[in-house]
């Protein structure tokens, strides 16, 4: 790739500036005064300056950080400054925490040219002790991939912030070609650059944490080998320690296993459940949501006391006394092509790897073996164009086998900014069932989160599906509120299923 001056990011930094300074007039104050959408406005223009000076600061610190190298010894930036590494000189300047110069080091090492070991020569050793390394010799970089490449790219032009950047890059980490040499030397890095493209669409909506959770669950599709390893690293690495602080008060450190971390997620949501929703899907969902508002305990407090009871009671508890109306557990999607029936008991061999319905993160074919061995699996078909089977208007409620499937393709809510699991989720019909005569099916319905479903409704915003008529695909859109005055439907936004099944490379 090629570098990015830093009058590029300079350019935008004023012209941010600028239209900041216009905005905002003679100080912070003015804040108070302007109306939602000024404000808003404010806001975004105020964080393009701020991706314009970090590129700066990254941009800055990288090459402090090359010029207090440690094989330049005493000669070193850092070292005639009185500091030992660059970094820390870096974060003398800033004010940055740590962690905050490490990641500007990198991100500016990312985009900057890496020069020869031998242009690490100070020009200072002729007397002039502040003088730069002499850059003149240089080495051609090996040629960028084209998936670093994009992602280099949105972090120089402001489209990624350097937090997002770091998210997308160390979640996706390099395609293991060297794993799968059976493939073409091409496949795995076309597929890497279609997970950047689909994580930068999608970086606007996600929190860094959520960005960087959908670039695990890339890689993790994208490298079925992988999978198993990381699991066994991270199983390996499971602990519980306990001590007590001055005070008497116990304390507990857990480190979890890949498994263990989703049956307790799974049981902590059946305990929160009426609290977070859905709370009208079963017929005695209001009572306990009542009974929920009623309880002065805290969230913290909630799971404390669910964790509890589940240790004294054992295997043998009344699901009922412990989680209300639904009774915790953990669901595994995989592609039924992955799974052979072998041996004359009919035993299940999986030969890929699945996922958690919630999260999405990835599970290893023997962690699935085991849970066919012990749960069995409920199969869902879908038909020539991806879409999941209907049955028709008999039923007002979606059935259970089509809220899975239902599940499975959107893969957690489906509102553009919510990250809400599929357990959180209620199942909303496109065509209202009353007004629209709509239909249980599992075309028309769509995932959304309490939150999200409530907000749908009571603001009016519409969510319509659009059938391709070459490919029969269906895409579906949301509508912003309509015009009070001329009763037209809002801005369009299209909602794109959360589940890793987008990652698979075509």
């Known amino acids: 790739?090629?570098?990015?001056?830093?009058?590029?990011?300079?350019?935008?930094?004023?012209?941010?500036?600028?239209?900041?300074?216009?905005?905002?007039?003679?100080?912070?104050?003015?804040?108070?005064?302007?109306?939602?959408?000024?404000?808003?406005?404010?806001?975004?223009?105020?964080?393009?300056?701020?991706?314009?000076?970090?590129?700066?600061?990254?941009?800055?610190?990288?090459?402090?950080?090359?010029?207090?190298?440690?094989?330049?010894?005493?000669?070193?930036?850092?070292?005639?400054?009185?500091?030992?590494?660059?970094?820390?000189?870096?974060?003398?300047?800033?004010?940055?925490?740590?962690?905050?110069?490490?990641?500007?080091?990198?991100?500016?090492?990312?985009?900057?040219?890496t020069p020869a070991s031998g242009a690490r020569e100070m020009a200072g050793s002729s007397g002039a002790p502040d003088a730069p390394p002499d850059l003149g010799a240089s080495t051609v970089a090996p040629p960028v991939p084209e998936w670093l490449s994009e992602l280099r790219g949105a972090l120089a032009t402001g489209r990624l912030s350097q937090a997002q950047f770091q998210a997308i890059r160390t979640g996706l980490g390099e395609p293991p070609v060297d794993r799968y040499p059976e493939l073409a030397p091409d496949f795995l890095p076309q597929a890497w650059t279609r997970a950047v493209h689909l994580l930068l669409d999608e970086s606007a909506q996600l929190?860094?944490?959520?960005?960087?959770?959908?670039?695990?669950?890339?890689?993790d599709r994208l490298d079925p080998v992988g999978v198993t390893l990381r699991f066994e690293e991270r199983f390996a690495a499971r602990s519980f320690r306990t001590w007590t602080d001055q005070s008497g008060q116990r304390h507990a450190h857990i480190v979890f296993d890949d498994e263990a971390a989703a049956w307790v997620d799974a049981l902590l949501q059946a305990a929160l459940r009426p609290r977070r929703g859905p709370r009208f899907v079963d017929s005695d969902a209001d009572p306990q949501a009542r009974a929920a508002d009623a309880d002065e305990r805290t969230s913290d407090q909630l799971q404390y006391d669910t964790v509890m009871a589940v240790l004294r009671t054992g295997a043998n508890?009344?699901?009922?006394?412990?989680?209300?109306?639904?009774?915790?557990?953990?669901?595994?999607?995989?592609?039924?092509?992955?799974?052979?029936?072998?041996?004359?008991?009919?035993?299940?061999?999986?030969?890929?790897?699945?996922?958690?319905?919630?999260?999405?993160?990835?599970?290893?074919?023997?962690?699935?073996?085991?849970?066919?061995?012990?749960?069995?699996?409920?199969?869902?078909?879908?038909?020539?164009?991806?879409?999941?089977?209907?049955?028709?208007?008999?039923?007002?409620?979606?059935?259970?086998?089509?809220?899975?499937?239902?599940?499975?393709?959107?893969?957690?809510?489906?509102?553009?900014?919510?990250?809400?699991?599929?357990?959180?989720?209620?199942?909303?019909?496109?065509?209202?069932?009353?007004?629209?005569?709509?239909?249980?099916?599992?075309d028309d319905g769509i995932a959304l989160c309490r939150n999200c479903h409530l907000r749908l409704h009571n603001q009016r915003w519409r969510i319509i599906r659009q059938r391709d008529p070459v490919s029969t695909a269906d895409t579906y859109w949301l509508h912003a509120p309509p015009d009070p005055v001329t009763g037209e439907l809002g801005a369009t936004t299209e909602l794109r299923s959360k589940s890793p099944r987008r990652f698979e490379a075509a």
């Open 317 to 442: 508890a009344d699901p009922q006394q412990a989680f209300g109306d639904r009774q915790p557990g953990v669901r595994i999607v995989i592609d039924a092509t992955m799974i052979t029936r072998i041996g004359q008991r009919g035993a299940a061999e999986a030969t890929g790897v699945g996922h958690y319905q919630d999260g999405g993160h990835a599970v290893p074919a023997g962690v699935i073996e085991a849970r066919l061995c012990d749960a069995g699996a409920i199969p869902v078909l879908w038909d020539a164009d991806g879409r999941p089977l209907d049955v028709g208007r008999e039923l007002r409620l979606f059935t259970r086998k089509q809220r899975i499937a239902i599940g499975i393709r959107d893969g957690g809510c489906m509102w553009p900014s919510c990250s809400a699991p599929i357990s959180q989720c209620e199942f909303h019909h496109i065509d209202h069932w009353w007004e629209d005569h709509g239909r249980t099916d599992v």
């Open 1 to 113: 790739m090629e570098f990015v001056p830093a009058s590029t990011a300079a350019e935008r930094l004023t012209d941010a500036a600028a239209r900041v300074a216009g905005r905002l007039g003679a100080g912070a104050s003015d804040v108070c005064r302007l109306d939602d959408d000024e404000l808003l406005t404010l806001l975004a223009d105020a964080t393009d300056a701020r991706k314009a000076l970090e590129l700066i600061v990254a941009g800055a610190s990288a090459e402090i950080s090359r010029r207090s190298a440690r094989d330049l010894g005493y000669g070193g930036l850092a070292q005639r400054k009185g500091l030992r590494t660059g970094n820390a000189l870096v974060q003398q300047i800033t004010g940055l925490a740590r962690a905050d110069v490490a990641r500007a080091v990198e991100a500016g090492t990312e985009l900057a040219p």
């Open 207 to 219: 929190s860094v944490e959520d960005l960087r959770s959908q670039a695990r669950i890339a890689r």
